[in-house]
């Protein structure tokens, strides 16, 4: 039904249709309010505030201490029974017996007696008895190795004929550049062979003897005529006090016949070089450490001149 022409009749619905609208309107608008009210209060009892839990610290790691461990009894080992070892009486060593200098004249005697002992007890060998043999007579001796042997002590035939195994290594230890002749030359079975005089059997296995200066006195003279320099007259002198010369190098000049100041002092350039050719490594140690000089002034006995020279005697020699 169209309800306008009746509305449009009325006069009082206009007057009342603002009312109503404003009623309307209100009702809407409180209804709008309790809506969002409600829903807030539901919201705030559905979700209460909680508050955060505290934060608690871990506790600090508790250190465990070990249980101290249970001391452990040690028994020591009983010890071993020492016994005490017996005293051994001492055998003094025979002293070796002196060189027979008497029989051999000049230099021969005179080496034997300066240098042959020393030489031996040093090297620890048996000491020959006796007067000098020539040992230029065994094959593969020669002038230089004569020498060295002299001033070991060594000069007689039966001294190496009786040589034993650990007497020939004593020797070899000495001998330097000669190291080892002993057995390849045969110097014992040869020394054997002269020491008894079979000559015939000698030769027969190792030739016709060498020739050497007939009459000379000992293997000190030897070796000095086989060098060419004049031989010592007289009492050795003690070498050690010229400068220069050592226990060693005193050694192989009393193996050449070198043995006085004064044989020193009389050296000219023509017999140093000779005894130069002998001297191995101290060669030229005549000249440059002033031997003959030094032996001048000792063979006349002028010790304040040498000393203010040279400097104190013995201050250096015992090497």
Same mark, same amino acid.
Request: net charge negative; glycine share 12%; charged share 20%.
């Given at each position: 039904?169209?309800?306008?022409?009746?509305?449009?009749?009325?006069?009082?619905?206009?007057?009342?249709?603002?009312?109503?609208?404003?009623?309307?309107?209100?009702?809407?608008?409180?209804?709008?309010?309790?809506?969002?009210?409600?829903?807030?209060?539901?919201?705030?009892?559905?979700?209460?505030?909680?508050?955060?839990?505290?934060?608690?610290?871990?506790?600090?790691?508790?250190?465990?201490?070990?249980?101290?461990?249970?001391?452990?009894?040690?028994?020591?080992?009983?010890?071993?029974?020492?016994?005490?070892?017996?005293?051994?009486?001492?055998?003094?060593?025979?002293?070796?017996?002196?060189?027979?200098?008497?029989?051999?004249?000049?230099?021969?005697?005179?080496?034997?007696?300066?240098?042959?002992?020393?030489?031996? %007890? $040093?090297?620890? +060998?048996?000491?020959?008895?006796?007067? @000098? &043999? /020539? #040992? *230029?007579?065994? =094959?593969?001796?020669? !002038?230089?190795?004569?020498?060295?042997?002299?001033?070991?002590?060594?000069?007689?035939?039966?001294?190496?004929?009786?040589?034993?195994?650990?007497?020939?290594?004593?020797?070899?230890?000495?001998?330097?550049?000669?190291?080892?002749?002993?057995?390849?030359?045969?110097?014992?079975?040869?020394?054997?062979?002269?020491?008894?005089?079979?000559?015939?059997?000698?030769?027969?296995?190792?030739?016709?003897?060498?020739?050497?200066?007939?009459?000379?006195?000992?293997?000190?003279?030897?070796?000095? %005529? $086989?060098?060419? +320099?004049?031989?010592?007259?007289?009492? @050795? &002198? /003690? #070498? *050690?006090?010229? =400068?220069?010369?050592? !226990?060693?190098?005193?050694?192989?000049?009393?193996?050449?016949?070198?043995?006085?100041?004064?044989?020193?002092?009389?050296?000219?350039?023509?017999?140093?070089?000779?005894?130069?050719?002998?001297?191995?490594?101290?060669?030229?140690?005549?000249?440059?450490?002033?031997?003959?000089?030094?032996?001048?002034?000792?063979?006349?006995?002028?010790?304040?001149?040498?000393?203010?020279?040279?400097?104190?005697?013995?201050?250096?020699?015992?090497?």
């Amino acid at each position: 039904m169209n309800m306008w022409p009746f509305c449009a009749s009325v006069p009082w619905f206009w007057s009342l249709l603002p009312l109503l609208l404003g009623f309307l309107t209100g009702w809407w608008i409180w209804a709008r309010m309790s809506g969002s009210a409600s829903a807030s209060t539901d919201l705030a009892y559905a979700a209460p505030t909680v508050p955060a839990a505290p934060v608690v610290p871990a506790p600090d790691p508790v250190a465990v201490k070990a249980p101290d461990p249970e001391p452990v009894a040690f028994k020591a080992p009983d010890p071993e029974p020492v016994t005490a070892p017996e005293p051994v009486a001492a055998k003094a060593p025979a002293p070796a017996p002196a060189p027979d200098v008497s029989s051999g004249s000049g230099i021969g005697g005179i080496a034997a007696a300066a240098a042959g002992g020393a030489g031996l %007890l $040093a090297i620890g +060998i048996p000491a020959a008895v006796g007067a @000098a &043999d /020539d #040992l *230029l007579l065994i =094959k593969g001796i020669g !002038p230089k190795l004569n020498g060295v042997l002299n001033g070991l002590g060594i000069t007689r035939f039966d001294q190496i004929a009786n040589w034993t195994a650990g007497d020939v290594d004593k020797v070899d230890d000495h001998l330097g550049q000669f190291k080892d002749r002993i057995g390849r030359e045969e110097w014992i079975p040869q020394a054997k062979l002269l020491a008894a005089g079979n000559m015939p059997e000698w030769e027969r296995i190792y030739g016709t003897v060498k020739k050497v200066a007939a009459g000379a006195a000992g293997a000190g003279a030897v070796a000095m %005529l $086989a060098i060419g +320099i004049p031989g010592a007259v007289g009492a @050795a &002198d /003690d #070498l *050690l006090q010229i =400068k220069g010369i050592g !226990p060693k190098l005193n050694t192989l000049l009393v193996g050449l016949g070198i043995t006085r100041f004064d044989q020193i002092a009389a050296w000219g350039a023509a017999e140093i070089d000779k005894v130069d050719d002998h001297l191995g490594t101290f060669k030229n140690r005549i000249t440059r450490d002033s031997w003959v000089e030094q032996a001048g002034l000792l063979a006349s006995g002028k010790i304040a001149e040498f000393e203010a020279k040279f400097g104190k005697l013995d201050s250096e020699n015992q090497k």
